[in-house]
C-alpha cells in the first residue's frame, strides 16, 4: 500500500472535530484549572488561593476512602469479568443461528440505557419484591442490599458483571473467531492437549483484543457513575461511594467548586496515567 | 466434556435475562399488586403503566428527546469524524500523531470531571436545555471514537483505489463520497452503532445539561423514582421500553457484531 | 512411511440432499506407493483440498476407505494416523521458541530430552534453522515458519504420509524456488511418502514423481509429467498442463482418421468409431504443430514473442488455434500451412481420449 503522503492541508479536514471536541474539552478543563486555584463566596468574586485545594483533597480521609472503594472494586472487577468474558467466548458456537442467538442475547445488556440498569437492579434486588432479593432470602441468608454494605457490595459487582462483561466476551469472540481454522488441525495432528491449545495458540492470538479489553473496563469502571449511584445512592452510608459518585456530591451537589475542581483535575490525571501505562505495555507488546 | 460446553454461555444468558424478565414481568403489574403479593408472572395482568407512558406528555416526551439528541449526535460524530479520519489514514501532518492521542484521551476523561463545567458552558452559549446540547456534549467522547473506529476501516482501503480515482477524473469530493464511503460501509455502520450505543446509555451529562425541555428519559425517570416514592410499575414500564431502542439496533446489527469488532481496529 | 490406498472415496460437504447432492469428490481410487512424491493438481473448486483432509483424518468421507498399508484408518483421527500437513500459511506456535515448535510433538509424544534434542537438531539443519533455534518462532519471516511447520513434520519418524497444502501460497517468488528445490531434497532424503496440493503447474510438475490431476472432484489423469503432457487423458488435463495449453479443434472422423474442416489429419493409427458421441475434437499441443507447405492454410491473428520462441495464434475457418515457433523459424508472411505431427495428435470424445484402435 502506497504510504502516507505529506499534506497540510489535512488539517483543513481534521479541524471540525478538533472545534467540536475542544469546545467540549478545552473551555471546561481550563474553567475546573481556575476553579481549582481560587476560592468563592458566591458572586462571581474570587480569591486566589493556589494550590490549597489540591493539598486539602489529597490529604482528605474522604479522598482516600474513596479512592480506595473505587480500587478495590475496579480490582474485583476486573479479576471477575476478564477470566469470565473468555471463557464464554470459548464456548460458544462458532457459526450458525446459534453463535447469532447468542451474541444478539449477550449485547443486549450493552444497550440498556445506564440507569435504567441500576433501576431494573434495585427492583430485582430488593428484600421482598425483587426476585433475586426474594429468593436469597427465602433460602435463609439475610440479604438487603439497602442496609448492609457487603449485600450492596456483592450486588452492585453483580450488577457490574451483569452490565459489562459481554463487552469482554464480544471482544474475545471476534479475536478467537479471527483464529483460522489451520491452526487447530495442527494442534490436533501435534496432538496437544486443550490447556496447550488455550496457551500457545488461543491466548497469544487473542492477546491485542484482551489488551484493549482490559484498558476499556479498567477506565470505564474506574468513572462509574450511573449504575450505582441509581441502585444504591452510595450507600448503606458511604460504603458504596467510588471516586465519581463522591465527585458529583462534591460538585453538583455542595458546589464546593474548588475543592470538587481539584479532585477533578487530580482523578483525571490519575486515569490519563494509568491508561497511559497501559497503552504503552500494548504497544510493547505488540512490537514484540 | 465437549459436550457440555453449551451449559455456559446457556447459564450466562439465563442470568443475563433474569433481571429484564424481571422488569418485565412487573411492568405489567399495579404498583399495588408489587408491593403486595411475590409472583412470577402478573396476577392481575394490566396495561395501565403503558398506557400512562403513552398518554402522558411528561414521559413520552422523554423518550422523544433521547432518542432526538442520540440521533443528533450520531449523526454530527460520524460526519465530522469521516474527513478527520480520512486525513488521519492517508496524510501526515503536523502534529498528527499527537493531535490523535490527544482525541483518544477524550475518551478516557471521566464524565463527573465534567458535569460541573459542561453546565456552566452550556448556560452560557445559551444552549442549556436543548437537545443540541446533549448532543454536542456527547461529541465529547464519541467523536474520539468514531474517528478510531473508522481510521481502522479505512487504512484498510487501498490508496491505489483513490489515485485511480483521481487519474480517472473524479474530484475529490465526488470520489469521497461516491467510491470511498460505499467502500467502508460497515466501518460507517460499526461507528455509527457505537455512537448511538454511548449516547443513548449516558446519563450523568445528559440529566445536568436539560431540564425541562430536552429533559431524556432517564431523567424522567429518576425523578419519579425520587419524588412520587416508588411508583415501581410504572418505573419498571418505562425501562422496559427503552429497551427497546436497543434491541432494534442489535438486530440489525446482528450480522455485524462480531465482525465489526474484528475489524478495523480489533 | 506407508502405502496410501484411497478406495471409492465419495464426499459430499451435504449428504442429506438426497437426488440433488452435490459431490465434492465423485469416485477417487488411488493408490500412493511407500515413499513416493505425488501432487495433487488442480483449479480451485477442483476437490484437492477436502481430498487431502480426507486422507490426513479432518474430514470423514461420506463413503469410502482410506488405508494405510492395508490398515482401515477410516474413522481414526489425525493424530491417530500418524500424519503430518503443512497448511497454506505458517502455523507456529509464536510465543515458544524455533526449538520448542519442534520439540512440541515430540515431547507430546512423551519421547526423552536427549533423543529430542538430537532429533531437532537433526531436522533443524535440514532446514537450514539452525541458527535460529533460540529465536521466538514469532519473529522469522514468512518462509522461515514454512520451514517450522515442515520441521514439526519431519522430526517425527513415525509420519505415515506428509501433505502440503499450497505451502507456498504466502511465500515471496524468490523464494519459492528455494523451497521448491528444498522439499525435492527432502524427499531424496527421508523418503516418506509426500503428497503436494497445489493449482500450480510448475510447483506440481517439479516436485512429483506421479502428478493426479483433478477436476470437478474426479482424478482425470494420474501419471508422469511426461504422460501428462505428451498424452493427456482428458481435455482438462490438455488444456492446463503446458503454456499455452493443448489446442482442440472440432472434427469427425472418417475411416478412424480425422477430418477437420474437409482437410484429413495424420494420426499414427486409426481408431475405432466411438458408440455414441456427442463432441468429438482433435488435440494437439501448439509444440506439435509445425509450419508445412503441405498442410491446410490458416490465416496468421497474432504473433506474440516470448523470447527464445514465439506463439503465433492462427485461424481456419472461424477457430483458433496456437503454433510454437522457434526463434530461428521464420514465419510466412501469408499463405501460411501447417500440419500435425501425427504421434502427438489425439482424439478426444466429450473430453476424453479416444484411442481404440480400429478391430479389424
Given amino acids: ?288 | 466434556m465437549k459436550r457440555l460446553t453449551w451449559i455456559v454461555p446457556t447459564l450466562y444468558i439465563i442470568f443475563l435475562m433474569l433481571p429484564i424478565y424481571w422488569l418485565v414481568n412487573m411492568s405489567f403489574k399495579t404498583t399495588n399488586e408489587i408491593l403486595g403479593t411475590f409472583s412470577l408472572w402478573p396476577q392481575n395482568f394490566t396495561f395501565d403503566n403503558y398506557i400512562k407512558i403513552f398518554t402522558d406528555r411528561t414521559w413520552y416526551q422523554g423518550y422523544i428527546n433521547s432518542l432526538s439528541y442520540v440521533f443528533m449526535n450520531t449523526v454530527i460524530s460520524v460526519t465530522a469524524a469521516l474527513p478527520a479520519a480520512y486525513a488521519f489514514s492517508r496524510y501526515k501532518f503536523l502534529g498528527d500523531k499527537h493531535l490523535f492521542f490527544w482525541l483518544l484521551t477524550n475518551r478516557m476523561a471521566p464524565p463527573a470531571v465534567f458535569a460541573l463545567p459542561f453546565f456552566q458552558l452550556y448556560s452560557a452559549s445559551g444552549l442549556f436545555d436543548t437537545h443540541l446540547a446533549v448532543a454536542l456534549a456527547h461529541c465529547l467522547f464519541n467523536i474520539p471514537l468514531a474517528v478510531w473506529i473508522l481510521e481502522g476501516f479505512m487504512s484498510g482501503v487501498p490508496r491505489e483505489l483513490d489515485e485511480t480515482a483521481y487519474v480517472d477524473g473524479y474530484s475529490f469530493w465526488r470520489f469521497f463520497i461516491k467510491i470511498f464511503l460505499p467502500s467502508i460501509a460497515a466501518g460507517i455502520g460499526v461507528a455509527a452503532f457505537f455512537c448511538f450505543m454511548f449516547s443513548w446509555v449516558e446519563l450523568l451529562l445528559a440529566k445536568t445539561l436539560t431540564s425541562v425541555d430536552a429533559k431524556p428519559i432517564a431523567a424522567t425517570m429518576t425523578r419519579t423514582a425520587s419524588t412520587a416514592g416508588y411508583e415501581l410499575g410504572l418505573l419498571s414500564a418505562a425501562g422496559t421500553l427503552t429497551i427497546i431502542p436497543g434491541a432494534f439496533v442489535i438486530y440489525f446489527v446482528r450480522n455485524y457484531i462480531a465482525k465489526g469488532f474484528a475489524m478495523g481496529r480489533v | 512411511m506407508a502405502e496410501v490406498r484411497l478406495q471409492q472415496i465419495r464426499h459430499s460437504y451435504n449428504p442429506d440432499a438426497g437426488e440433488k447432492t452435490e459431490y465434492a469428490l465423485e469416485k477417487i481410487d488411488q493408490v500412493w506407493e511407500d515413499g513416493g512424491a505425488y501432487a495433487l493438481l488442480g483449479p480451485s473448486g477442483c476437490g484437492k483440498s477436502t481430498l487431502l483432509n480426507i486422507v490426513s483424518g479432518l474430514l470423514q468421507p461420506t463413503e469410502g476407505k482410506v488405508l494405510f498399508d492395508n490398515n482401515d484408518v477410516t474413522s481414526r483421527t489425525p493424530d491417530q494416523r500418524n500424519i503430518a500437513q503443512i497448511f497454506q500459511f505458517p502455523v507456529v506456535y509464536d510465543t515458544m521458541t524455533v526449538y520448542d515448535n519442534l520439540a512440541f510433538p515430540l515431547r507430546n509424544r512423551k519421547m526423552g530430552n536427549a533423543e529430542i534434542e538430537e532429533r531437532v537438531k537433526t531436522v533443524a539443519e535440514m532446514l537450514d534453522l539452525t541458527a535460529s533455534l533460540n529465536q521466538r518462532a514469532s519473529g522469522l519471516t514468512a518462509d522461515g515458519k514454512q520451514k517450522i511447520s515442515l520441521g514439526r513434520g519431519l522430526v517425527r519418524s513415525d509420519v505415515n504420509i506428509m501433505m502440503f497444502d499450497e505451502p507456498l501460497t504466502v511465500i515471496d517468488p524468490h523464494l519459492k524456488w528455494q523451497l521448491r528445490t528444498k522439499l525435492k531434497k527432502l524427499h531424496r532424503q527421508v523418503g516418506f511418502t509426500m503428497v503436494y496440493v497445489t493449482h500450480d503447474q510448475t510447483e506440481a510438475l517439479t516436485f512429483a514423481e506421479k502428478v493426479a490431476v483433478m477436476y470437478e472432484g474426479e482424478v482425470v489423469q494420474f501419471g508422469t509429467p511426461e504422460e501428462l503432457f505428451l498424452k493427456p487423458n482428458h481435455t482438462f488435463v490438455g488444456h492446463f498442463i503446458g503454456s499455452p495449453g493443448m489446442n482442440f479443434l472440432p472434427c469427425e472422423l472418417d475411416g478412424g482418421f480425422p477430418v477437420f474442416n474437409g482437410n484429413r489429419i495424420k494420426i499414427s493409427a486409426p481408431v475405432s468409431q466411438p458408440e455414441t458421441t456427442k463432441k468429438m475434437e482433435l488435440g494437439v499441443r501448439p509444440e506439435f504443430v509445425k509450419i508445412d507447405a503441405n498442410g491446410f492454410p490458416v490465416n496468421i491473428n497474432r504473433i506474440d514473442d516470448v523470447g527464445r520462441y514465439k506463439i503465433v495464434k492462427v485461424e481456419n475457418s472461424g477457430h483458433y488455434f496456437n503454433v510454437y515457433v522457434p526463434e530461428e523459424l521464420e514465419i510466412p508472411s501469408e499463405n501460411m500451412h501447417v500440419s500435425f505431427d501425427p504421434e502427438n495428435t489425439h482424439i478426444y470424445c466429450d473430453g476424453w481420449l479416444h484411442d481404440k484402435k480400429e478391430s479389424s
Wanted: proline share 5%.
Fill in chain 1, 1 to 288: 500500500m502506497i504510504a502516507r503522503v505529506t499534506n497540510q492541508k489535512a488539517w483543513f479536514m481534521v479541524l471540525p472535530v478538533i472545534l467540536l471536541v475542544a469546545f467540549n474539552a478545552v473551555i471546561p478543563l481550563m474553567t475546573v484549572v481556575n476553579y481549582s486555584v481560587q476560592e468563592t463566596f458566591g458572586n462571581n468574586v474570587f480569591f486566589w488561593e493556589g494550590f490549597r485545594w489540591y493539598e486539602e483533597v489529597l490529604n482528605s480521609e474522604r479522598f482516600h476512602a474513596s479512592m480506595l472503594r473505587q480500587i478495590i472494586f475496579t480490582s474485583i472487577i476486573l479479576l471477575i469479568e476478564i477470566p469470565l468474558g473468555i471463557a464464554i467466548a470459548m464456548t460458544m458456537p462458532r457459526k450458525g443461528l446459534g453463535a447469532t442467538l447468542c451474541l444478539v442475547l449477550m449485547s443486549l445488556p450493552l444497550l440498556i440505557p445506564w440507569n435504567v440498569v441500576g433501576a431494573m437492579w434495585n427492583i430485582f434486588a430488593l428484600p421482598e419484591i425483587g426476585l433475586l432479593g426474594h429468593v436469597v432470602n427465602s433460602m435463609g441468608i439475610d440479604y438487603n442490599f439497602t442496609q448492609q454494605p457487603i449485600s450492596a457490595w456483592i450486588t452492585i459487582i453483580a450488577m457490574d458483571v451483569w452490565h459489562w462483561t459481554s463487552l469482554v466476551v464480544l471482544l474475545s469472540y471476534a479475536g478467537l473467531s479471527a483464529i483460522p481454522e489451520a491452526f487447530y488441525h495442527a494442534a490436533q495432528i501435534d496432538t496437544a492437549t486443550k490447556w496447550q491449545i488455550f496457551r500457545y495458540i488461543q491466548l497469544p492470538k487473542i492477546k491485542h483484543v484482551l489488551t484493549i479489553a482490559i484498558l476499556l473496563r479498567f477506565m470505564d469502571s474506574f468513572m462509574i457513575y450511573t449504575e450505582p449511584f441509581v441502585l444504591t445512592g452510595g450507600g448503606p452510608g458511604n460504603s458504596t461511594t467510588f471516586l465519581s459518585t463522591d465527585l458529583v456530591k462534591i460538585a453538583l451537589g455542595q458546589f464546593d467548586l474548588g475543592p470538587a475542581a481539584a479532585m477533578s483535575l487530580i482523578y483525571f490525571l490519575i486515569v490519563l496515567l494509568l491508561c497511559w501505562v497501559f497503552y504503552t505495555l500494548m504497544m510493547r507488546n505488540e512490537e514484540q
